[in-house]
């Protein structure tokens, strides 16, 4: 269990925009409830977001509208795809309307693996992040 706070060793808040495509969204909204244990704030807004966390099923008509969150996101960005759906299409990755993988599109820095991910699966990728960053 994640208990303490990350120093992500930033002047800037880190914030958090959560995609919630599919049942993976549930699993991180249980998790969101803990970000401020880690010092992250979730948002409404991507212009407000550094941290990208998607989640479900990516469909192909959905995906310009997560390539456009992800552009207004400020720098510095990051990505966080969460569930075997986001990370490679899930059971439905051989549907002709389904992303094989948010990678495909965006720059992806931590996959959560599961179908669908504990919330404390969440929380160890947000730790991998921080410690991406701050290595």
Known sequence: MLSARLDWGTTYQV??????????????????D??????????????EAHVLIVSGTVT???LPAVLASYEEMPEPRYVISVGACSNTGGP???????????DQALPVHV????CPPRPEALLEGMRALHELVSS
Do not use: H, N, Q
């Not at 439905?92 to 948010?102: A, C, F, L, R």
């Open 15 to 32: 914030t958090v925009l959560e995609l919630g495509l599919a049942c993976c969204g549930v699993e991180v909204m249980a998790a969101l």
């Open 60 to 62: 192909d008509a959905m």
């Open 34 to 47: 803990r970000l401020p244990d880690l010092g992250v704030t979730a948002v409404e807004g991507a212009g």
């Open 92 to 102: 439905y990755w051989d549907s002709y309307s389904v992303t094989k993988g948010i």
């Open 111 to 114: 996959a959560v693996p599961g």
